[in-house]
């Protein structure tokens, strides 16, 4: 422990010269060959990393980055949001690529001061921010031309969702479970990443009077009148089955709960906003129009 800290305060000294360069980073100016030792904190940034054709450059990743299957190979440094500054130090990176809500804040700080180059990359809940967040990274590594080919080949997924999103006959309103731990329904409301993607498949939020993600009490849950129950697809002791579900008083009075309509995703996979949300969402919809095919 008291070696490390040793270390992070060697690299003070390096500090203003390393934010120099992080500000390099984000803005495409390069280093010859760019970042060879890079740590993706969350699980997009790994996964971009990947389809930019740099995994080689990958030396860990936290704990949510679970796509391609390659990345579990590498060292966990942790959940993205609580690094440890001296984990991360201990690892030399060349460059940390990290979610927008990496942290916590002191970890950062540390980081910074410790000269360590740390670029964030955007918050991702609309098309836009997904090509964003690819070009943030693409700079970052400085390999543009790959970051632009990434791009390309995202938007037509997305323009093709989007296409498919506005051809739904009617939008089914989805009630999206994060958890159900002691019986309460923890939800998605508003300004969340899942109201975002079902709002991509062509779907409507079924909670719009709560911000993020809150508990919903049995009324609320009722009132929402879902005709799809959406979770994530995960095991562990947050995993959600299905008989759960529509064993709950208020969730089997739905439209979704009577009718046994429950749709299961990967979580990074439906919530990352990475290179694949155009294909998640082109497969939420077909399983919203299935959905809707038995309701008729």
Request: no cysteine.
């Amino acid at each position: 422990m008291t070696s490390l800290r040793n270390r992070a305060m060697e690299r003070v000294q390096a500090g203003a010269a390393a934010l120099v360069l992080v500000t390099a980073l984000a803005s495409g100016a390069q280093a010859e060959d760019g970042p060879r030792r890079v740590v993706a904190a969350g699980g997009s940034a790994a996964e971009i990393v990947f389809a930019l054709g740099q995994g080689d450059r990958l030396i860990a990743r936290d704990t949510t980055s679970s796509y391609p299957e390659a990345v579990l190979a590498l060292p966990d440094v942790g959940y993205v949001r609580s690094l440890s500054a001296e984990n991360l130090i201990a690892m030399d990176p060349d460059l940390i690529l990290a979610e927008h809500d990496a942290g916590p804040p002191e970890t950062i700080e540390i980081l910074a001061h410790a000269g360590v180059p740390l670029v964030t990359l955007p918050e991702a809940r609309t098309p836009a921010d997904v090509l964003a967040k690819i070009s943030v990274t693409a700079q970052a590594l400085g390999v543009p031309e790959a970051g632009a080919a990434l791009a390309a080949r995202t938007q037509a997924e997305l323009d093709a969702a989007a296409t498919a999103a506005a051809s739904l006959p009617i939008r089914p309103r989805v009630l999206f479970v994060l958890s159900m731990q002691g019986g309460r329904i923890l939800a998605a409301g508003t300004e969340t990443s899942a109201a975002a993607m079902i709002a991509m498949a062509g779907g409507v939020n079924a909670v719009t009077d709560l911000s993020g993600y809150k508990p919903l009490t049995d009324e609320a849950a009722i009132a929402a009148a879902p005709d799809v129950i959406l979770v994530m697809d995960r095991g562990g002791d947050l995993a959600i089955e299905t008989d759960q579900l529509l064993a709950h008083p208020a969730l089997g009075l739905t439209p979704a709960g009577q009718a046994g309509r429950v749709l299961r995703m990967d979580g990074l996979y439906l919530l990352g906003f990475g290179p694949r949300t155009g294909a998640a969402a082109l497969e939420l919809n077909r399983a919203l129009r299935g959905g809707l095919a038995e309701q008729g």
